[in-house]
C-alpha cells in the first residue's frame, strides 16, 4: 500500500531557528506538492515540482522559505529562520500528474509550533 | 482568483440521515473538481473526482454532482454513519493550472450515534 511519508510528524521550535520538513513522495510519481494548512487561511498551495523541477513557488515567502527536491525520492521544505506565525500543519501531496482523472495523494503532514 | 466556498462550515446530523454538502467557486473553467476527507490530525484522503466534462461520479454511499455553469457542487451522503464524522473539502483545478488545487473552506461533520 504506496503512501506519501512525511518526517518529522511533530515539530516544536523557537523563533528563529531552522525548520526542515521533509517527504517522501509515492514511487513513481511525478509531481509533488506542498501545502500548508491554518485555522485562519484554511489549506494553500505554497509550491510544486514536476520531475523534480520546481514549476510554481508562488504561495511560499521567499525570503525565509525554500523547497527543493534533491531526487525523486526526496523533497524538502525549509524555512529559515522561523517566525511564530509559521506556525501550522504541512502537507505533502504527490501525484501522477497529466490527465483529468489525476488526484493527489496527501502525506500524514508535519504540525510545526514555532514559539 | 479562484475563490472556493463551502457550507455549512459545521453540519451535526443523527445517525441514517441523507445530507448535502455544498461547494461553490467563482470560476468556471475548471480542469476537474475533487471531494476529499480529512480526519483530525491526519492528511487528506480523495472521495471522489469530477472532470468537467462529466455532471456526477458515485462512490457507494456518496453521490458527487457539477454544475460548471453555476459554479457549485455538492457531495450527498446516503445513510449516514458515525464513521463519515470528518471534514470535508471540495477542490479545484483550473483549465491551465497545472494541476493546482484551491481548495474550499471545509464542512466539519458530525454524525451522532
Known amino acids: 500500500d504506496a503512501r506519501v511519508t512525511q518526517t518529522p510528524r511533530h515539530k516544536v521550535t523557537e523563533m528563529g531557528q531552522e525548520v526542515t520538513m521533509r517527504c517522501q513522495p509515492i514511487?513513481?510519481?511525478?509531481?509533488v506538492f506542498w501545502y500548508r494548512q491554518t485555522m485562519m487561511q484554511g489549506l494553500e498551495l505554497l509550491a510544486y515540482?514536476?520531475?523534480?523541477?520546481?514549476?510554481?513557488d508562488s504561495g511560499m515567502p521567499k525570503d525565509r522559505f525554500s523547497a527543493e527536491m534533491p531526487d525523486a525520492t526526496l523533497a524538502t521544505l525549509k524555512i529559515q529562520p522561523s517566525e511564530p506565525r509559521d506556525s501550522a500543519v504541512y502537507f505533502c501531496?504527490?501525484?501522477?500528474?497529466?490527465?483529468?482523472?489525476?488526484?493527489?495523494?496527501f502525506g500524514p503532514g508535519t504540525r510545526l509550533t514555532v514559539l | 482568483k479562484q475563490e472556493v466556498t463551502q457550507i455549512p462550515a459545521a453540519l451535526s446530523v443523527p445517525e441514517g440521515e441523507n445530507l448535502v454538502l455544498n461547494c461553490s467557486f467563482t470560476?468556471?473553467?475548471?480542469?476537474?473538481l475533487q471531494w476529499f476527507r480529512q480526519d483530525p490530525g491526519k492528511g487528506l484522503t480523495s472521495l471522489l473526482l469530477?472532470?468537467?466534462?462529466?455532471r456526477e461520479q458515485t462512490s457507494g454511499r456518496l453521490n458527487a454532482s457539477l454544475d460548471k455553469s453555476s459554479g457549485r457542487s455538492t457531495l450527498y451522503i446516503a445513510a449516514s454513519q458515525p464513521g463519515d464524522s470528518a471534514t470535508y473539502l471540495c477542490?479545484?483545478?483550473?483549465?491551465?493550472?497545472?494541476?493546482?488545487?484551491?481548495f474550499g473552506t471545509g464542512t466539519q461533520l458530525k454524525v451522532e450515534l
Open positions: 501531496a504527490s501525484g501522477l500528474v497529466g490527465r483529468a482523472t489525476d488526484t493527489q495523494y
Open positions: 514511487l513513481g510519481h511525478n509531481t
Open positions: 515540482f514536476r520531475n523534480r523541477a520546481p514549476l510554481d
Open positions: 470560476d468556471s473553467a475548471i480542469y476537474n
Open positions: 469530477i472532470q468537467s466534462s462529466q
Open positions: 477542490a479545484v483545478v483550473l483549465t491551465g493550472g497545472g494541476n493546482k488545487l484551491t
